[in-house]
């Protein structure tokens, strides 16, 4: 059965940082590209960054700098380290497989002094 479990979302302060995980079952992502997109209320879901089999990667321009995405194969995990976090991050953050469409649940990200 496929699944994608998001954890590592919460409450943060501007500046501060947060390091998301998602770990999927049923299929091995080191064949796939995976993705972690996000929606804030009121908004289209945006692709934020976007790993591929290869390793290389790509991010949308507002988090470039500042946001990292990565995998460990072993584990079957993927990872969003966000950095000196904005208010304007605040989000649900989902965990994508972009060759098949799968979606995780989604984990709340909340930026707020």
């Known amino acids: 059965q496929v699944q994608l479990v998001e954890s590592g979302g919460g409450l943060v302060q501007p500046g501060g940082s947060l390091r998301l995980s998602c770990t999927a079952s049923?299929?091995?992502?080191?064949?796939?590209?995976m993705a972690w997109y996000r929606q804030a209320p009121g908004k289209q879901r945006q692709l934020v960054a976007r790993?591929?089999?290869?390793?290389?990667?790509n991010y949308e321009n507002s988090v470039k700098g500042r946001f990292t995405i990565s995998r460990n194969n072993t584990k079957n995990t993927i990872y969003l380290q966000m950095n000196s976090l904005k208010p304007e991050d605040t989000a649900v953050y989902y965990c994508?497989?972009?060759?098949?469409?799968?979606w995780g649940q989604g984990t709340q990200v909340t930026v707020s002094s």
């Open positions: 049923g299929f091995p992502i080191s064949f796939y590209t």
């Open positions: 790993i591929y089999s290869d390793g290389s990667r």
């Open positions: 994508n497989n972009f060759n098949e469409g799968y």
